[in-house]
């Protein structure tokens, strides 16, 4: 939102305003600055120097403000000799940038593609030597690639050192975009399948989120073909989307402006930053579409399954979760469900199917059906089978994998090993099916992986 008006003071307000307004304590953890915080031109030695008009009192410190907050800090560079907005990039300075970045004490470099070969084996290069450069710098530096999905990045982006790269050009704040502008029916379109080997460490990223800004962002309101800005439950339903996917939470609006409680409530809501925070990492599996409505589903680490449907007309529809069109599910099978947008768990049990009572709209005014229940543009549930129902809906999330996981009430267990790697680990990308003493999985994704079944012990 301030683009070019980056400052050490507004990185200083919005540190406080997220610890103030409890963003730190639900989850968002960092702040990345972009493009333009760059003097015009670097130190005699080549080092990489802030703008001391609009860093005054240096990046370090400016850093280590944030770091006192509780919050991490990422910077911007591009792999060309200019950045998008035309400031000295970091191709051929990879390890004299990496290395003062370390020694201002950043936590995550964005490292767009601007100007830049378009051919994927260049990209590959330039995106390893700054992952090699960053690795060799120090400090543990979280490397995110943003070439846009251009290049199908999901299917090498982790050989560069990063663990997150973007599938998509830059969001726009609208429901639709038009061409080269990407609102959430693009977002859908790009992101509905399954794209390369995907889980932990290896995020496919659609891009920063536009709750709250309301159509007053700058460049975000570019190549709108509805908008510029969306309904609530248009944010909503991002938001929601952006968790099924596993995709990184990254807040775009102006944090030294006010934030009205509706918007606070979409991005603090506990229930979905737990489905996007699992500690599986899997992007959503696109189910099938009826309509306009699009159904996905996703397998959490503690057995749940989290479920989706989302409206993509503009007129009322009922929806229907019919189990047998979702393969996690069992269709003999009872479950607990728990509404995620509501955060509240349904009175009874649900088995086959059923029917949510929220008639899914997408009309921009706030409405009810007969009995008063609102209407909603997204829906999403947390499914628990009544024989795993003695665990919360949200159980802490571990800081480390696990080397075995069990997989059924005998506490059988399954025991993987990455070969891309030789390094034993538990698979984060989903739940493999067991038939006949031999393991298969529904999604094909998870192939490079050798998994070893071990039985019960007696």
Known sequence: MVQDKISTQVVKTVADNMVKLGLRDAGYNFIIID????????????????????????MGATVKYVHDQG?????????APKTCAGAYGSYGYENIDAKQYAKWGVDLLKYDYCGAPGDAVSAQQRYKAMGDALKASGRDILFYMCEWGVREPWKWGSTTGATTWRATYDTRDCWQGKSGGIGVMQSIAAMKDPLGLLGVNRFNDADMMCVAIHGTGKSSSDLC???????????????????????PLTLSFDLTKPLSADDKAIITNADLIAIDQDAMGQQAEFVGQEGNIYYFMKDLENGDVAISATNVGSTQQQVKFDFSKFSALNIKGRYLARDCQAQKTLENEVETGFTHHCALTRHRRVQTDPE???????????????????RSFRDDMPTAQRLTVSISATASALHCL???TGADTLTPFGRPIIKDGVISSRNRSHFSYFCLYLPPVH
């Open 35 to 58: 493009d333009l915080w760059h003097a015009p031109q670097r130190n005699s030695d080549g080092t990489p120097k802030e703008d001391p008009a609009k860093f005054p009192i240096g």
């Open 71 to 79: 919050l991490k800090f990422g910077i911007y560079s591009d792999a």
């Open 225 to 247: 073909l509805t908008g510029p800005g969306m309904t609530q439950d248009e944010y909503r339903t991002q938001f929601a989307l952006w968790c099924m996917w596993s995709s």
């Open 372 to 390: 008063g229940h609102r209407r909603c543009a997204s829906t999403h549930f947390g499914l628990r089978s009544i024989q795993h129902a003695l």
């Open 418 to 420: 990455n070969v891309s």
